[in-house]
């Protein structure tokens, strides 16, 4: 189905939110647990599915919802539609601080690959499907980007990083990023996990043993600041926490 028209704003710098304007009927889709608030006239139901194919069976609706939960996703996604007259606003913001990406999708081809957990709502008729990347490797090695978002559609959509967004075009070129830093890509663009470097490299240079491997012509998105090194670095046992319990000699010294 075609994407519904909806217009939006883009709320704060550091940490943001998107505030989504719905015409009488237009509906908008979100991640569960997406909605920051929502005016009077703005009915909200959770359903299996994105709502993309209105002739979807029960199975076919089933099916998708049991691939949202693969990826790690909720098995519902939330639809938010204006019911009432005249011009409604839903709000959406993203589940930890950080930036978020508006994408019309067209721009694009009509199809973007974006991290399992970038997603944060879209316009009815958008289509989020899972994709596996094809090298194991990925999997295996990577961590992150062995399954991923695929979202088709012709309207638009909004996906969220942690930290600030870094926009790239890659032309017939080749860039290597940290797995957990990577937000989307264009479909023309070749995904790969590849070693870091030599073993000293890899044991010592503390930027882990592979990295994200990005190849060909297109747009990437890249995070700043991923949710797993940010719980890393927060969490008791993370280094900030070892930076603190670790002293210097004159903090030593000044101690005694």
């Not at 009077?40 to 959770?46: N, P, Y």
């Not at 980007?145 to 695929?150: D, E």
């Not at 000293?200 to 994200?212: D, T």
Request: glycine share 14%.
């Amino acid at each position: 189905m075609n994407s519904h028209e909806i217009d939006y704003k883009i709320i704060g710098h550091d940490v943001q939110l998107v505030e989504i304007e719905l015409d009488p009927a237009e509906t908008v889709i979100a991640e569960a647990g997406a909605m920051l608030y929502m005016e009077d006239g703005i009915d909200f139901q959770a359903r299996m599915g994105d709502g993309s194919n209105p002739r979807a069976g029960f199975f076919d609706k089933v099916l998708s919802a049991g691939s949202r939960l693969i990826s790690g996703e909720s098995l519902f996604l939330t639809h938010f539609t204006n019911q009432g007259w005249g011009k409604k606003h839903v709000a959406f913001s993203a589940p930890y601080p950080g930036t978020i990406i508006p994408l019309n999708l067209p721009d694009f081809g009509g199809r973007v690959i974006v991290q399992k957990d970038a997603f944060l709502c879209a316009a009815l008729g958008t289509k989020i499907s899972i994709t596996f990347n094809r090298k194991l490797g990925a999997g295996f090695f990577g961590g992150e980007g062995f399954i991923l978002q695929q979202l088709d559609g012709d309207g638009k959509a909004f996906i969220h990083a942690g930290g600030i967004v870094i926009e790239k075009q890659l032309n017939n070129e080749t860039l290597r990023v940290d797995t957990g830093c990577i937000v989307g890509f264009e479909t023309s663009i070749d995904y790969s996990i590849e070693q870091a470097g030599g073993l000293r490299s890899m044991v010592f240079g503390g930027e882990g043993l592979f990295l994200a491997t990005l190849r060909g012509t297109g747009k990437v998105w890249l995070q700043s600041m991923p949710i797993r090194k940010l719980i890393a670095e927060l969490s008791p046992a993370g280094g900030n926490a070892r930076k603190e319990a670790r002293g210097g000699l004159l903090d030593n010294l000044l101690e005694g």
